[in-house]
Nanobody, 117 residues
Framework: QVQLVESGGGLVQPGGSLRLSCVAS????????MAWYRQAPGKERDLVAR???????NYADFVKGRFTISRDNLKKTVYLQMNSLKPEDTAVYYC???????????WGQGTQVTVSS
């Protein structure tokens, strides 16, 4: 069974940085797309950043210039480097991937990011 497991969340002051990690239990090459989403209390889950099926990278406007998505295929890991964090970045961050072997999306359990002084 394929699993995505996030880590790296926590409490950080405004202007600080965090790096989130998402480890895939199966081969990362079986994921057609990989992405980070976030969901704040009482709000919908929003796309933050993603690798598309053709290898492009997309960012939500609200994180452009501050967040960077990257991947290490040998470690089966996708990262989200978050800099210049703001209180409005507070949310649960989820890793997402569409697996071509199973033909469906997989979600991680989420990791809490809290930006507060």
């Amino acid at each position: 069974q394929v699993q995505l497991v996030e880590s790296g969340g926590g409490l950080v002051q405004p202007g600080g940085s965090l790096r989130l990690s998402c480890v895939a239990s199966g081969e990362i090459f079986t994921f057609k797309t990989m992405a980070w989403y976030r969901q704040a209390p009482g709000k919908e889950r929003d796309l933050v950043a993603r690798f598309t099926s053709d290898g492009m990278i997309n960012y939500a406007d609200f994180v452009k210039g501050r967040f960077t998505i990257s991947r290490d295929n040998l470690k089966k890991t996708v990262y989200l480097q978050m800099n210049s964090l703001k209180p409005e970045d507070t949310a649960v961050y989820y890793c997402n991937g569409f697996n071509i072997l199973y033909g469906r999306q997989f979600w991680g359990q989420g990791t809490q990011v809290t930006v507060s002084s």
